[in-house]
Each structure stands twice: as structure tokens, then as C-alpha cells.
């Protein structure tokens, strides 16, 4: 059974900081994708990451994927307050037809003035 | 704008009532999905469909049913068997697996809640 886990699950964080989330997963997927939730909304979809060594980056979120580790990260850089959100990974678990997604339990990031 | 509609965004349940929530797309996408989502946790996968008039069971099943009549619907239904309705629910939809590595798009969400 593919079992997801975040790491931390609440970070508070000053502005300008960087932080990583860390994101480990059970059994071999060939794709990771991180999520944003902000309170009460729906999801917005960050970044897809399918091969070893993969790394993306858009303004002060970057993240990577470490196949053999099944581990991914998302480090922040310079942290500022609308990055304030949950971020979810999710793996795809054993994909046919449909992407059947395992999501994490999500990290909470508070980014304080 | 292509997108998925959720509705309603708030919806009560009395004890012993059936209630059905819309999931419309006009992505043209083949795959749709239900999640719930409770308080302070991640999204599990109740059902998911991957082509018209069929679907499967996903991780919490029970208490549920769909159906997917067209390509562009995926209604949800929390029958009175659910004992612990309240949650946010999100439908979502993406392309097939073999069609390439798009994530998928959710709604904005329906939240349940017991009268």
C-alpha cells in the first residue's frame, strides 16, 4: 500500500527565511506533484516532477525529486507572507488509466512578518 | 475558461437523508474523481472514473455512490449509510495517464455539514 508522509506538518516561519518540506513516499511512482491549498479553497497545482534528479522552480518555491530516496523536497527561499498556504504532495499510485493520487497530510506554513 | 463547477458550495444533511453533489467539467478531460478532505488532513480518494458508465471504488468507498453518465459529469451522491458526512469534498479531473503528466484540476469545493 503507497503511504505518503510530509514532513514538518505546521512550520512558522519569518519573512526573508528559508525553509524546506520534506515529502516521502512507500513504493516506487513514476510521477510526484506538489499542491497549494489556501484556507477554504481549492487546490492550485505547483509542480510535476517525474524523473530522478528532476528539479523545478518558480519564483521562491523550488522542487526536487530523489527517486531511489523516494523522497521529494520543497524549499523556500526568502519567504514572504503570501506564501503563507498548505502545501500537499501527492504520488500517483500505480497509474493505468486514471492518476490515482496519494496525497500527504499536508504542511501548514505560516510566514510572519 | 475551461474549469471544473462545484455546487453547491454549502450543503446540510439531516439524519437519514441521501444528498447528491455536482461536479460539472469542461475540460474534455476522460478521468474524474471525488476526494474528501476533513479538518487539518490531506485528500483521500472515495470513487474515480476513467471513462463514461464506468467507475471504481477508491480508498473510503462506503457511504457513497456515483455515477457517470456523461463525459462531463460526475455527480456524488452521501447516502444516510455515511455515518460521518461532514468534510469538504473536491472533485477533480485530468487526462488519462498514458496521455501525458498534466496535473489534476480541482474545484473550489463543497462543504458538507449535519443538521
Known amino acids: 500500500e503507497l503511504k505518503v508522509e510530509q514532513n514538518p506538518l505546521f512550520l512558522s516561519m519569518q519573512e526573508g527565511k528559508n525553509y524546506t518540506i520534506y515529502c516521502n513516499y512507500s513504493?516506487?511512482?513514476?510521477?510526484l506533484y506538489w499542491y497549494r491549498q489556501d484556507p477554504g479553497k481549492s487546490l492550485e497545482s505547483l509542480f510535476v516532477?517525474?524523473?530522478?534528479?528532476a528539479v523545478k522552480q518558480e519564483g521562491r518555491l523550488m522542487a526536487s525529486l530523489d527517486t531511489k530516496a523516494r523522497l521529494s523536497t520543497l524549499h523556500i527561499t526568502a519567504a514572504v507572507h503570501d506564501l503563507s498556504a498548505t502545501y500537499f504532495c501527492?504520488?500517483?499510485?500505480?497509474?493505468?488509466?486514471?492518476?490515482?493520487?496519494?496525497f500527504g497530510q499536508g504542511t501548514r506554513l505560516t510566514i510572519n512578518p | 475558461d475551461g474549469g471544473i463547477t462545484q455546487s453547491p458550495k454549502y450543503l446540510f444533511r439531516k439524519e437519514g437523508q441521501n444528498v447528491t453533489l455536482s461536479c460539472e467539467q469542461n475540460?474534455?478531460?476522460?478521468?474524474m474523481y471525488w476526494y474528501r478532505q476533513d479538518p487539518g488532513q490531506g485528500l483521500r480518494l472515495i470513487y474515480y472514473?476513467?471513462?463514461?458508465?464506468?467507475?471504481q471504488k477508491g480508498d473510503i468507498a462506503e457511504g457513497y455512490s456515483v455515477s457517470r453518465e456523461k463525459k462531463e459529469s460526475f455527480p456524488l451522491t452521501v447516502t444516510s449509510a455515511q455515518k460521518n458526512p461532514t468534510a469538504f469534498y473536491l472533485c477533480?479531473?485530468?487526462?488519462?495517464?498514458?496521455?501525458?503528466?498534466?496535473?489534476?484540476?480541482f474545484g473550489d469545493g463543497t462543504r458538507l455539514s449535519i443538521l
Open positions: 477533480a479531473s485530468s487526462i488519462l495517464a498514458g496521455q501525458g503528466t498534466q496535473p489534476q484540476h
Open positions: 513504493t516506487t511512482s513514476d510521477r
Open positions: 516532477l517525474l524523473s530522478n534528479g
Open positions: 501527492a504520488v500517483v499510485n500505480k497509474a493505468r488509466r486514471a492518476q490515482k493520487l496519494v
Open positions: 475540460l474534455n478531460h476522460d478521468a
Open positions: 472514473s476513467q471513462i463514461v458508465n464506468d467507475f
